[in-house]
């Protein structure tokens, strides 16, 4: 997989859909915490956004490893961190824990208005 970004100041949204996939990643990206990510995948060959000759001997390596049958896979443990759901419910939680109210409360007004 190719991911390309020019900015580390938007959410690598797809980049996590990339990992998911396990498949190794190709990333041409700037420095910064998206980059990071990438690099903590394992599965990725970071290479500078604009250097031609680094993307071309990228694109052989991943040739030749594939040839071998031994391109690195993103774990699943590690694609795990970014399940959009898992994310969504921890958020919930999170908002939850700061409004300080009783669930079984609102859940009982809500039946005992029907």
Same mark, same amino acid.
């Given at each position: 997989?190719?991911?390309?970004?020019?900015?580390?100041?938007? %959410?690598?949204?797809?980049?996590? /859909?990339?990992?998911?996939?396990?498949?190794?990643?190709?990333? %041409?990206?700037?420095e910064g915490y998206t980059?990071?990510?990438?690099? #903590? %995948?394992?599965?990725?060959?970071? !290479?500078?956004?604009?250097?031609?000759?680094?993307?071309?001997?990228?694109?052989?390596?991943?040739?030749?490893?594939?040839?071998?049958?031994?391109?690195?896979?993103?774990? %699943?443990?590690?694609? /795990?961190?970014? /399940?959009?759901?898992?994310?969504?419910?921890?958020?919930?939680?999170?908002? /939850?824990?700061?409004?300080?109210?009783?669930?079984? #409360?609102?859940?009982? !007004?809500? #039946?005992?208005?029907?």
């Open positions: 997989l190719w991911y390309v970004n020019d900015n580390d100041t938007q %959410s690598p949204g797809k980049l996590y /859909e990339y990992f998911a996939a396990g498949a190794p990643i190709m990333a %041409s990206v700037v980059k990071q990510q990438i690099l #903590e %995948s394992q599965a990725a060959f970071c !290479v500078p956004l604009l250097d031609v000759a680094a993307h071309e001997t990228t694109l052989l390596h991943l040739l030749k490893l594939h040839d071998a049958g031994t391109l690195p896979r993103v774990s %699943s443990e590690f694609a /795990e961190r970014f /399940e959009r759901l898992k994310l969504t419910g921890e958020l919930a939680r999170q908002l /939850e824990s700061m409004m300080d109210f009783d669930r079984g #409360e609102i859940i009982r !007004v809500q #039946e005992n208005a029907r």
